[in-house]
């Protein structure tokens, strides 16, 4: 078994000893010094990137908001024109009631008088189960004419109008006016389209 016998003096090996712990720490805090230059370095290099983002997106909203003053007028106008669009689809959704009156006096002939119109919304059932209850417009004439052949060609007129379905001679009654004339009252009933 070898041994060794260390001659040296021991205030030589503390020093020794010493110095190599002294290294130890100098080099520890080197390092400690170089990863606190690092992240300082990174720091400031991400403070930097981070600067000049927000420099782009000052741009950024300043161009926006230099649109947004362009484009107020135009929104107002926009908003104008939906408006007007929402009206006008109202009105084509609805019936055309100039038109509907144009049928009407179209089909009225000589001796055939209108008394009476009346005009009413009303749920209907929808034909499928599960589908939501819709609306129609149902319209009642009311009128008077001097022969039932009379109200028959009222009706057919009626039939060739665009704006009116489901026609149905709901009453027709002749009460004697005197000896000579008999008058035919009559009701109408349909659905506007």
Known sequence: MNRTVDLLPTEYT?????GKRLVFWVAVDGLVVVLALMAGLGLRWKATELRS????LRSQVS????????????????QEGLKRQE???????????SGLLS?????????VWLSQLDLRKEAVQPEEEGK???????????G?????????AFMNNLSESKRLGELELKISRMPR?????????????????
């Open 103 to 111: 049928d009407l006096a179209g089909a009225v002939g000589g001796k």
């Open 14 to 18: 503390a020093a020794k000893a010493l």
């Open 63 to 78: 161009e926006g908001q230099r649109w947004a003053g362009k484009l107020a007028p135009l929104s107002g106008k926009l």
């Open 177 to 193: 006016v005197s000896e000579e004339s008999v008058m035919v009252e009559f009701e109408v009933l349909g659905v506007v389209r």
């Open 53 to 56: 983002s927000v420099e782009r």
């Open 144 to 152: 008077a004419s001097t022969s039932n052949a009379e109200v028959i």
């Open 132 to 142: 939501p209850e819709q609306t129609a417009t149902k319209i009642r004439i009311s």
């Open 87 to 97: 009206v006008a689809n109202r009105l084509l959704a609805e019936p055309c009631w």
